[in-house]
């Protein structure tokens, strides 16, 4: 029979309690202030106007037109490098690497790259990419310097999905006569697809969120290029395009409008990871 708890013990656990659920309600009130501020500033500026054409002084016109376009590039140039390089990186740890100490240095490695912060990644891509590698301020420099930033959430991602995959799967095909390689391409990626497809959502919406870093590799010019052509420009993404039409332009209704086109697409990237996690874990299932 249980022991009854004293009056002093449920005081306690009834303040913990509460402290939990007022934590609770302050952080979701803070969030949904913030998401309902900006949409209501904001939505109210979206036209199809903004959307479709491009910034012009002597028309007194503002359009951000290129300012996504050129956030669709640097998405597209930062997730094909970042992904083969993550994923085969994952891949060697979890399943080749036989030193420990070697896969512990390397893990140590990706945890350090994820805690520097952003305006880092900017100077030393600035110098590196920009000025040594002779690519200037543009939009592949930006993308480039992405990546790093990037490559620790896809490997770390990839790895966890690779160790959910059972032991005896692997033991099963090497009984069959399959070859490493071929186990792990037919047998342990399959497997472990939603992990890598989640890290991938979530690497998008770390890019679209970013500005510090691509100030100082891509620039924040506002002209309407083609994929190639742009890659090798300067342009602004819609985030750094907020922060030059609100601290440089005082153009603040626009920066509102960017601002809730930024936190829709945040929304859609993350509702897409949980039903794209939910779709695979649905069909390992059956």
Request: aromatic share 10%; with cysteine.
């Amino acid at each position: 029979m249980d022991k009854p708890l004293s009056k002093r013990r449920r005081a306690y656990i009834a303040l913990m309690r509460a402290l939990m659920t007022l934590s609770f309600l302050i952080t979701a009130a803070l969030a949904v202030f913030m998401v309902a501020y900006v949409l209501a500033k904001g939505l109210p500026s979206i036209t199809w106007e903004l959307l479709s054409t491009k910034p012009s002084y002597l028309e007194d016109r503002i359009g951000i037109l290129p300012d996504i376009l050129n956030t669709i590039y640097i998405v597209i140039a930062t997730l094909a490098v970042v992904l083969p390089l993550g994923v085969g990186a994952a891949i060697y740890l979890t399943e080749y690497a036989r030193n420990k100490r070697v896969v512990a240095m390397i893990e140590y490695a990706a945890e350090t790259l994820s805690g520097i912060p952003s305006i880092i990644y900017g100077f030393v891509g600035m110098l590196f990419f920009c000025t040594y590698f002779g690519l200037g301020t543009s939009i592949m420099a930006g993308a480039l310097t992405l990546v790093i930033m990037n490559l620790p959430t896809v490997m770390r991602t990839t790895q966890e999905s690779l160790k959910t995959v059972p032991q005896s799967y692997r033991e099963g095909a090497f009984g069959l006569g399959a070859g490493r390689w071929r186990v792990i391409r037919t047998v342990v990626l399959p497997g472990c697809v939603d992990g890598i497809i989640t890290g991938c959502i979530l690497s998008v919406g770390r890019i679209l969120g970013e500005s510090a870093a691509l100030l100082y590799t891509a620039g924040f010019a506002h002209v309407l290029h083609g994929f190639f052509e742009g890659l090798g420009s300067a342009g602004a993404t819609l985030t750094v395009a907020m922060y030059v039409y609100a601290k440089e332009d005082g153009e603040f209704q626009v920066a509102f409008a960017i601002a809730s086109i930024l936190m829709l697409l945040t929304v859609l990237v993350n509702l897409s990871a949980t039903l794209v996690a939910k779709y695979y874990k649905k069909r390992r299932n059956i």
